[in-house]
């Protein structure tokens, strides 16, 4: 069992900036990579970014050079660093954990990023 919480959304202008946060708890020492995940009004979910545990990182080529994953494993806690942003950004985005061997994805509620022109 794994549990995510997301923090950090809310309302930003065009060319801000925002960071999420997501805070991993339970059975983490069996999960191989993170991500964040968004899907806006009317699309489908995508994959923003994800991490690896060797720290492995990949972007969608919509946010290469804006966004920035991290983690800090003493904290158990992995985030997006969000600049530049662009209308096109706004959506919910959703913490994700992959457990390998099996398939598993754990999820997050999500956090609301919206960001006005």
């Known amino acids: 069992q794994v549990q995510l919480v997301e923090s950090g959304g809310g309302l930003v202008q065009a060319g801000g900036s925002l960071r999420l946060s997501c805070a991993a708890s339970?059975?983490?020492?069996?999960?191989?990579?993170m991500g964040w995940y968004r899907q806006a009004p009317g699309k489908q979910r995508e994959l923003v970014a994800s991490?690896?545990?060797?720290?492995?990182?990949n972007y969608a080529d919509s946010v290469k050079g804006r966004f920035t994953i991290s983690r800090d494993n003493a904290k158990n806690t992995v985030y997006l660093q969000m600049n530049s942003l662009e209308p096109e950004d706004t959506a919910v985005y959703y913490c994700?954990?992959?457990?390998?061997?099996?398939?598993?994805?754990?999820w997050g509620k999500g956090t609301l990023v919206t960001v006005s022109s």
């Open positions: 991490i690896t545990s060797g720290g492995s990182r």
């Open positions: 339970g059975s983490i020492f069996s999960i191989n990579v």
């Open positions: 994700n954990a992959h457990r390998g061997w099996d398939g598993i994805d754990y």
